[in-house]
C-alpha cells in the first residue's frame, strides 16, 4: 500500500476510533490525544510491516493503551485511573459503530469560535495534523496547537455532550462551507487554491448527505461545492495566475462534478422551505448550464439572488447581485447597487468590493476609475493570485490609455 493510501486509510479511520474512545470515555481532550499518538505509530509501523488484519482494531487497541497511559501519570484524576487500570484493554474486535457524524457535531460546539471550529473539525474529524492545519492558514504551529489546545478545553468546561444535536446542523455546515472557500479561493498566499481543504470539505460534506439524505440544505451545500469544485482546473493558468469565470475554458470543468453537482440541486429545490445552500447550489446551477458566458441566463441568476437577498442578506450576496444587475441592465444599474456597500462596515477595506467596482467601471468606459480600483482592491487582498491577476488589468488600462494619449 502506498504512502498516500496510508493517509487515506488512517484519515477515514481516525474519527471512528475517537468517537468511540469518547462514547466510552466521554471526555474529548485526552482521547483526541490518544488518537492522534495511535495514527503517528501507525504511520511509522505499518509502512514497514504491513497494515494488521483489523486495522481500525488495532488503532482502537493502542489509541486505549495511549489513554490509559496518559489517565494514569494523572495524579488529579486518581479515581478514574484506578478504574481503567483494572479493566482490560479493548478487544480488537470493535463495536460497529461509526461516531463520525457525532464527532463532527461535537466540533462544532456553539461554545467555540468559527475559527476554533474549523480547526477542531479538521484535526478531530479531518485527520490532519496540527502542523498541516497551521499550514492551510498561515499561521505558526505554535499557535494553531494553543487554539486547538483552548477549543478542547471550552468544550471540556462547556460540559458538551457527545449527541447528534440538530439545531447545531446550520453550524455545522457553515464550518464545511467555510473550509471549502478557504480551500477553492485561499485568503492569503501564493497559491490560489489549497486543493486539501476543498476536497476535505467535500468529503465530510458528503458524509453528513449520506446521514442526512432528506435534508435540502445538506443537499444544496453538496451540490454548490461540486459545482464550485468542477471550475477548478480552469481558474488558474499554467503559472497559476487567476482566469476570471466569464474568460475561463468551460470545456474544462469537470463534466462528473458537473453532473452530480447538477442533480443534486435539482433534488435539493425540490424541499418544502428554501434555503440560502440551495439557492446558491440553483445559481451555480445556472452557470454550469451555460455552454459560453455570453450564454449565461443572468436575469435567472438575478433573481435567484434576489430571493437570496431576502432570505439571508449579506454583503457578499449584495455584491454579487450587482455583477448580476449589470449583465442585465447595464454596468451604471451595478455600480448604483455597489454604492448602496460604501457604508457598510463588513465591506470596509475588502478587495472584492474594490474589484467588482472596477470591473463594472472598465465597462463603462471610466478607465482612470477601473485603474484606481484595481490598484485598491490590489493593496486590499492578502492573495498574492489576486494580486496579480488585480495589477495586471490595472497596467493593462495604463497601457491602453499611454497608446490612446490619454492623460490618466
Given amino acids: 500500500m502506498s504512502v498516500p493510501a496510508f493517509g487515506d486509510l488512517l484519515r477515514e479511520l481516525a474519527p471512528q476510533v475517537l468517537g468511540v474512545l469518547v462514547r466510552r470515555h466521554g471526555q474529548f481532550e485526552g482521547c483526541e490525544d490518544a488518537v492522534q499518538e495511535a495514527v503517528l505509530a501507525a504511520s511509522v509501523q505499518w509502512p514497514a510491516e504491513g497494515v494488521p488484519e483489523n486495522p481500525r482494531g488495532w ?167 461540486l459545482l464550485t469544485d468542477a471550475r477548478r482546473e480552469s481558474r488558474t493558468t499554467a503559472s497559476g495566475d487567476l482566469v476570471p469565470l466569464d474568460e475561463q475554458d468551460r470545456t474544462r470543468w469537470d463534466r462528473g462534478l458537473v453532473g452530480e453537482g447538477m442533480a443534486l440541486a435539482q433534488v435539493s429545490l425540490g424541499g418544502a422551505a428554501l434555503g440560502p445552500y440551495q439557492l446558491q447550489a440553483a445559481i451555480a446551477a445556472t452557470h454550469a448550464d451555460a455552454a459560453t458566458a455570453a450564454d449565461t441566463d443572468w436575469r435567472q441568476v438575478h433573481a435567484l439572488y434576489l430571493i437570496l437577498e431576502r432570505i439571508a442578506p449579506n454583503p457578499m450576496v449584495t455584491l454579487n447581485r450587482a455583477i448580476a444587475l449589470a449583465s442585465v441592465e447595464g454596468p451604471a444599474a451595478g455600480l448604483a447597487l455597489l454604492a448602496t456597500l460604501d457604508g457598510d462596515e463588513r465591506m470596509a477595506g475588502h478587495h472584492r468590493l474594490w474589484s467588482v467596482r472596477a470591473h463594472l467601471l472598465e465597462k463603462a468606459g471610466d478607465a482612470a476609475g477601473a485603474y484606481d480600483s484595481y490598484r485598491k482592491a490590489a493593496r486590499f487582498t492578502a492573495s498574492l493570485a489576486e494580486r496579480r491577476y488585480l495589477e495586471s488589468r490595472a497596467s493593462a488600462i495604463s497601457r491602453s490609455a499611454d497608446s490612446d494619449g490619454v492623460n490618466r
Fill in 59 to 225: 488503532l482502537m487497541t493502542v489509541a486505549s493503551r495511549r489513554l490509559i497511559d496518559q489517565m494514569r501519570s494523572d495524579h488529579a484524576r486518581r479515581e478514574r485511573e484506578t478504574a481503567l487500570a483494572t479493566a482490560e484493554v479493548p478487544p480488537a474486535e470493535v463495536p460497529d459503530v461509526d461516531d463520525t457524524l457525532k464527532l463532527l457535531f461535537l466540533c462544532c460546539h456553539p461554545a467555540l469560535t468559527g475559527a476554533s471550529q474549523t480547526a477542531l473539525t479538521l484535526r478531530a474529524v479531518g485527520g490532519l495534523t496540527t502542523a498541516e492545519i497551521a499550514r492551510a492558514f498561515l499561521v505558526p504551529e505554535a499557535t494553531m496547537a494553543a487554539r486547538i489546545s483552548r477549543a478542547k478545553q471550552r468544550i471540556r468546561a462547556a460540559g458538551a455532550t457527545f449527541t447528534l444535536d440538530p439545531s447545531r446542523l446550520p453550524v455545522v455546515l457553515q464550518v464545511l462551507y467555510l473550509i471549502f472557500n478557504e480551500g477553492y479561493t485561499a485568503s492569503s498566499g501564493d497559491s490560489l487554491h489549497r486543493v486539501d481543504l476543498a476536497r476535505e470539505a467535500i468529503r465530510l460534506t458528503r458524509m453528513v448527505h449520506a446521514q442526512l439524505p432528506e435534508d435540502s440544505e445538506v443537499t444544496g451545500l453538496l451540490a454548490l461545492m
